[in-house]
Every structure is written in C-alpha cells, then in structure tokens.
C-alpha cells in the first residue's frame, strides 16, 4: 500500500516537473527582455540595447520554423519560436517609438528604398515588419523547393540554431564600440545566461538534434563574454559616463 502511495507521489512530481520545464522552455526566453522592455519605456532611451539582438532572433526562429518542415522536432520548440518572434516585433516596436520621439533627423527611412546604409535602422515599425515579411516569404519559398535534399535540410537547421546562438554578438559589438555597458540591463544578459544554460542542458537530455545543443554551447560563451564586458568597463571605465543618463540608467542596470 505504501509502495502504491509512494509511487503516485512520484508519478505526480515528474508530471509536474515536466510541466514547469515544458513552461520554462516555452517562456524562459521571453523573460529576460521583460526588465529591458520596462527600462527603456521608463527611460525613453534605447540606445543601449542593441536592435540588431532582435534581427538576430527572428531570423532564427523563422528558419527554426522552416527546419520543422524538413525534420520534427517537439511542439515546445515550435511554440517556443513563435512566441519569441512576438516577442521581439514588441521590443522592435517600442525601440522605434522612442527612438523617433527623441530623433532630430526627421527623414523618413523606409524598408522600400532599399538603402543598405540604414538597413535595420529604419524609421517606422511598419518597415520592420515588411521586411519580416519579406524574409520569410523567400526563406519559405527556397525551403519548399529543396525540402526533398537532406543536405539543405541540415544546413537549414544548423544555420537556424547557429544564428540563434550568435544572440549577443550584436549587443558585444554594442558594449565593444561605446566602451561601456551603460544602458543595457544587467539583468536581461544573467537571465539569458541562465536560460541558455538550462535550454542547452535540455537539448543534451532530450536528445534533439546535435545542431541545437552545439549551438547552445556557444550561445552560453558568448554570454559569459558579456558579462565579462559588465565587469571590466565597470572597473576600468573607457570613456566619462554621460550625466544625463547615468543616474537612472545605473539605477536601473544594477
């Protein structure tokens, strides 16, 4: 009788720590953007966060997506795709709202000028979104014609968690070029590195395929990488922090 009891328990505790890991997995990559989305609205200033971390992740996803068609992998993982594509047109959204709200420059750049010089940089959400749009289109249209070649099919797959895994580049390059890490949430960047970490172990568990945990590898460095940055311009800073903004923005990244 205990047995039985005892082995109910167990069953009830694995089903519920495999509903708090599938959340985890669906979710867990939209949290860290949470505490940058609530910085920049509260100090209208996107400069530190670099919009490019957004291309990066739907350009991912998207592909993700299109690997599906070639080769399953689990429903979470389609979810978890979809729902971080949502995710980053809401960061992209606000990004261009306060950036055009504190912008002097009021040309307007279009995603339709097809001017390489602004490309990503443009002046409305709208031509962030046709250019999704477009993105997919094509990507969509290739994979359909070489769905057939497991060559491409591979390749689609390893591109996909390979550019995913190149998530904070954009934003390395960010800290790298203005010497600080000054506006961009210390926060965001520990729950990514947590997450990743978590999601790379789950991938090794799971036994998905070798593309997604290699990747996961070194997505996890790449983190790490950034918090280094956090750490050495805050003890060795490169360039006068700017009055203006240090005090909330501080506040805030801490």
């Not at 959204?93 to 339709?112: D, H, Q, W």
Request: aromatic share 16%; with cysteine.
């Amino acid at each position: 009788m205990e047995d039985e009891v005892f082995d109910q328990i167990m069953f009830v505790f694995n089903k519920l720590v495999t509903w708090v890991a599938a959340g985890a997995m669906v979710f867990g990559g939209v949290v860290p953007y949470i505490p940058q989305y609530r910085d920049i609205r509260r100090t209208q200033n996107a400069e530190g966060f670099s919009t490019y971390v957004c291309l990066v992740l739907l350009v991912a996803n998207i592909l993700r997506i299109l690997f599906r068609f070639g080769r399953y992998f689990e429903t979470l993982l389609l979810w978890q795709s979809i729902i971080m594509i949502a995710t980053m047109l809401v960061m992209l959204n606000l990004c261009t709202n306060v950036r055009m709200a504190t912008e002097l420059n009021t040309k307007r750049r279009s995603f339709i000028d097809f001017d390489w010089n602004h490309f990503w940089s443009w002046s409305h959400f709208v031509d962030y979104l046709q250019c999704v749009v477009a993105f997919t289109l094509v990507a969509a249209y290739i994979t359909y014609l070489l769905l057939d070649s497991a060559l491409f099919v591979e390749s689609l797959g390893f591109l996909a968690v390979f550019t995913e895994a190149m998530l904070g580049t954009p934003q390395l390059h960010c800290n790298y070029q203005n010497k600080s890490t000054e506006g961009m949430s210390i926060k965001m960047v520990l729950m990514w590195t947590s997450g990743d970490t978590f999601k790379t172990g789950y991938f090794l568990l799971t036994q998905a395929p070798v593309q997604f945990w290699t990747c996961g590898l070194l997505q996890v460095g790449v983190d790490f990488a950034i918090l280094f940055q956090v750490y050495y311009y805050s003890r060795y800073p490169q360039k006068p922090v700017s009055h203006t903004v240090s005090h909330t923005t501080s506040a805030k990244a801490l």
